[in-house]
């Protein structure tokens, strides 16, 4: 290594090193300051211009308070707390590690045919019996016996909000839970929210109403899966005419060694062969997590397609008159790894530890019957004054809905930034929830509360 070569090396390492015990991150100033020996602005630029590109640190921020932090402290502390939220069983373990290693260490691999044509409906399972049991217990609801798809009707306009939301925000839609009941139940957009995300939040109410309204129609078949994807890319996709259309060129994954079927004759072929398969399914949550890991793994569509697989696996429970999926509290990250544990290595464990938990935690805010209480949330243990002071504060003040959403976000910048997210849909939650059956928790007077509703449900 020359001498050039050889000092480029240790002012980067230098950088690193003075990362290392920041996980907030670091302004360019700070880091200049301690340098040792001296090195000009302008050469510090490039260095951390390298490092970026080369994905060792990344930039937070906005452009006048830029700062620079390690790629691997954010994302081990990410795993770390998604995974501690979120108990993963070894294999998924084992998974997570395997999928979490640098790109160019995991093998590239293409669409495997036989890992669809060797699933033999009722025979094969993806959920064990235990598992199957388990989700029934957690899905019963107080119209099991009615005709189908009536609960949903009965809870539509809470699902509508939290399963758009929720699927939304899957996709990195910076929209919040207010923002959301605001803008389908008023048809207000949000604030410094872009078109993109609005759009997002509409289609999936779209979709929503689309499977609960047509419950008869509605199943695994052309139709349905075809129309799901038209309600739920319009006016997003770069051709519109490729809404509800298959895709006849070929895609890659981010962040993924895998690639999809390029073919259109085989990606139709396959696309029929799945939905014949999920046709035969009896048993609803088996149907719903087939769906959840093969559609996306054959990415049919030109974009859209983990969307369309979440509210299709609605499909069978919406039949049933059970609980519906609505990915409450559902970490991207490990879902975005449970998918590729299925794309580059066919293996399901991690993804199922995803859909247990979320249809225990999603089934826990819809279903009537429950036989014990369940355990308190730490979160909201742990800010309870926090919560009840700032719903408190509202409520008393009269304050209108968009001026609360605004009064949340800036409460929340307080705390440490892994917790503001989860406290503003906590405040959130409580307030969408709050009634004339359980105000007086938070010690506000009945004309306080009445005159609160009159502004909170104006338009504004």
């Known amino acids: 290594m020359d001498s050039k070569s050889e000092k480029i090396q240790k002012e980067s390492q230098q950088i690193l090193d003075l990362l290392k015990s920041h996980e907030e991150g670091r302004p360019i100033e700070d880091i200049l300051s301690e340098f040792q020996p001296e090195i000009g602005l302008r050469t510090l630029q490039r260095r951390i211009k390298e490092l970026v590109q080369s994905k060792k640190i990344i930039p937070i921020g906005g452009s006048k308070a830029i700062k620079y932090k390690l790629v691997e402290t954010s994302a081990v502390k990410l ?19 395997a999928v979490l290693l640098p790109q160019q260490q995991r093998q590239p691999v293409g669409y495997n045919r036989t890992f669809l044509e060797s699933y033999q409906p009722n025979i094969t399972s993806y959920l064990t019996d235990e598992e199957k049991n388990k989700l029934a217990e957690l899905g019963v609801t107080a119209r099991m016996n009615e005709p189908a798809g009536t609960y949903a009707k009965e809870i539509l306009q809470r699902l509508l909000i939290d399963l758009s939301w929720n699927s939304s925000r899957l996709e990195g839609n910076t929209y919040s839970l207010l923002d959301t009941q605001r803008l389908i139940s008023e048809g207000v957009t949000a604030d410094n929210k872009s078109a993109t995300e609005s759009q997002m939040i509409l289609n999936h109410k779209d979709a929503i109403e689309f499977i ?7 199943g695994f078949n052309r139709y349905t899966i075809l129309n799901l994807h038209a309600l739920l890319s319009n006016n997003l996709l770069p051709n519109p005419g490729a809404s509800g259309r298959l895709r006849s060129f070929g895609v890659g994954i981010t962040k993924s060694v895998y690639t999809p079927l390029g073919v259109p004759q085989l990606i139709e072929e396959m696309f029929e062969r799945m939905l014949e398969k999920a046709a035969q399914i009896e048993n609803p949550f088996e149907q719903a997590f087939f769906i959840m890991v093969q559609l996306p793994y054959l990415q049919p569509f030109d974009d859209v397609n983990k969307r369309v697989s979440r509210l299709a696996a609605n499909i069978p429970l919406n039949r049933r008159n059970l609980a519906p999926l609505s990915f409450t ?17 066919n293996r399901l464990e991690l993804l199922k530890d995803v859909f247990m938990w979320a249809y225990d935690r999603s089934a826990k805010q819809y279903a009537a019957q429950r036989q014990s209480l369940g355990d308190p949330d730490p979160f909201r243990l742990k800010y309870r004054e926090g919560i009840r002071h700032l719903v408190t504060e509202m409520v008393t003040s009269a304050m209108p809905k968009n001026i609360a959403i605004g009064l949340i976000k800036v409460r929340a910048l307080k705390l440490p930034q892994e917790d503001q997210a989860k406290f503003v849909e906590a405040v959130e939650t409580e307030l969408m929830n709050l009634h004339e059956g359980n105000f007086a928790r938070y010690m506000i007077r009945p004309a306080e509360f009445k005159a609160w509703q009159e502004v909170w449900n104006e338009k504004n």
């Open 212 to 218: 609960v309204q047509n419950t008869e129609e509605i």
């Open 329 to 345: 509290d559902v970490p991207n990250e490990l879902y975005v790894q449970g998918l590729l544990g299925v794309y580059e290595l």
């Open 79 to 97: 795993v770390a707390q998604e995974t501690e939220l979120l108990p993963l069983s070894k294999e998924g373990k084992e998974i997570q590690h």
